[in-house]
């Protein structure tokens, strides 16, 4: 009985052990990027929340497969997400960005128990999770509500070397079967779901017992097919334009993998102002250091710490031939791969214990300097986003009761390329809003997005208003709405 009683305890210890490891990364991504839950719209938000209209007008599934321009094709991330918030709650934000942070949650889960199975340990459950989480290309996923694809799109690769794990393990058909699910739909969700397959193959040859090997791999080759078909169909249907025009020349390819590698391993924030020579002195050690303890473990008989290399590269390996479009959000899904890495080095190292406090004090320096930059750029983001809501927001509130036209002096940079250079009144049916002809002459807009110019009025138009005091004029200045229209000249 005694033996029975300690069992019990054990058993409740390791639960509440689980539980807590399952709660860490969550709360931590709450204390991390909570302003991101109180984010309002930005950017292409604007356009995403003009389809529910656009449904109504032209039908819902003509809406749903109408290809964007930005040559990508995410009917369920991005059209279908927005319409169905927009239809149960209205444009209002916070719902949306409830369920954004409850997917990425699901998403710690996920991770850690990926981990878990991977290297037997709740260690490593831990780890993985908390080093993704601290990288700073999730900053603009949990603060973009557009950006949602990338957490989606996490949810789904993850979910499906997941199953794929289970049924190397069990052998069940209902594990092969929900993977196949999953597969199939997350082609509706983001393109980087196609590397699936890669991953499924590095798990076989790195994990599964290798009198399997090949009986495994050729479940592989049916995932490889429809990889290559959607690669196919995807490139031939969907059009690409500008920025997003693939090149497929090596050395500019190369020359962007590089610059990925660089925010991989350094904070963005510190790129963004101009590489310096010690930026590329961190990258390159970082590089080495991580490839020879890869080396050095494959030489020792264990190919596990693979598995996060090829997560990383076969996901990133998409928006490679982009090298006009390189964002950091891109490495949203590839930096799982860092996480699954830093697991293995410190689950491995335990038993040697120079090596070990190596590597745990390489991962408190990479946290030190990541996490303090995310949330700073969370909260930056959010505050931007918020300069949107009272210019553009107060704006669609005054439509609800007032009808002239409108002119708008003051408007800041901020305002204009989060927000009025994605035409949200346009969008949202809003007619006649302008900007004075000072606001045009004083902004400056950034590359992509619509001139100032697009928001001028005509001057008969405007001249007629003002005689018949039909015209209502606003200053944005502080980013704040003021009626200024008893003092206005043009």
């Known amino acids: ?6 069992a019990q305890v054990t058993l409740r210890s390791r639960r509440w052990v689980t539980i807590a490891i399952c709660a860490a990364p969550i709360a931590l991504c709450i204390a991390v990027y909570w302003p991101g ?25 003509q809406t749903l497969l109408t290809r964007p321009g930005h040559g990508t094709y995410r009917p369920l991330s991005e059209p279908a997400f927005f319409m169905t918030f927009e239809y149960l709650f209205g444009p209002r934000p916070l719902p949306i960005r409830i369920f954004v942070f409850a997917t990425q949650f699901a998403n710690l889960l996920l991770l850690g128990s990926l981990a878990r199975r991977l290297y037997g340990s709740q260690l490593a459950a831990l780890i993985a999770p908390i080093v993704w989480l601290a990288h700073t290309s999730l900053a603009g996923p949990l603060v973009w509500s557009s950006s949602y694809n990338q957490i989606l799109g996490a949810t789904f690769l993850l979910a499906e070397l997941s199953l794929f794990a289970r049924f190397v393990d069990t052998g069940r058909r209902s594990a092969w079967v929900a ?13 980087t779901n196609l590397a699936h397959p890669i991953h499924a193959i590095a798990w076989v040859l790195c994990v599964a017992p290798s009198d399997r090997r090949r009986a495994l791999l050729r479940r592989t080759i049916p995932l490889m097919a429809a ?10 249907l969907v059009p690409r334009v500008g920025p997003y025009t693939m090149g497929g020349h090596l050395v500019p390819m190369l020359k962007s993998a590089y610059g990925y590698w660089m925010w991989t391993v350094i904070p963005m924030q510190l790129i963004f102002e101009g590489a310096q020579a010690v930026h590329h002195v961190i990258a390159c050690a ?34 490679l031939p982009l090298v006009q479009q390189r964002t950091p959000s891109y490495l949203s899904i590839p930096s799982i791969g860092l996480g699954l ?15 070990l406090v190596g590597a745990v004090l390489i991962t408190a320096v990479y946290l030190r300097f990541m996490l303090p930059t995310a949330h700073a750029t969370v909260r930056l983001s959010a505050q931007d986003t918020h300069a949107v809501e009272r210019v553009v927001g107060g704006i669609l509130d005054l439509r609800r009761t007032r009808t002239e036209p409108i002119l708008i002096d003051g408007v800041s940079e ?28 004083e902004l400056h807009a950034l590359p992509g997005v619509a ?40």
């Open 451 to 490: 001139p100032p110019s697009e928001y001028a009025a005509n001057p008969a138009d405007v001249a007629r208003w003002r005689w018949a005091h039909t015209l209502l004029v606003l200053s944005a200045r502080g980013d704040r709405l003021v009626d200024i229209t008893g003092v206005w000249q043009p």
């Open 227 to 236: 990889s290559a078909v959607y690669a196919v169909a995807h490139l031939v």
């Open 341 to 355: 890495i830093a697991a293995d080095a410190i689950v491995a190292l335990r038993v040697r214990r120079a090596a």
């Open 37 to 61: 839950i109180f984010a309002w719209f930005q950017m292409d938000d604007f356009w995403w929340l003009s389809r529910l209209g656009a449904a109504g007008r032209d039908g819902f599934w």
């Open 414 to 441: 901020t305002v204009y390329n989060a927000g009025l250079a994605m035409s949200p009144f346009r969008c949202l049916g809003v007619p006649d809003v302008y900007l004075t002809d000072n606001a045009i002459e």
């Open 286 to 319: 970082a590089f080495a250091c991580l490839a020879t303890y890869t080396l050095w473990r494959v030489r020792s008989g264990d190919r596990r710490p693979l598995l996060g290399w090829v997560f990383y590269l076969a996901t990133l390996a998409p928006y």
């Open 179 to 191: 993977e196949w699910l999953l597969f199939i739909v997350g082609f509706g969700v983001i393109e």
């Open 1 to 6: 009985m005694p033996g029975n009683g300690d």
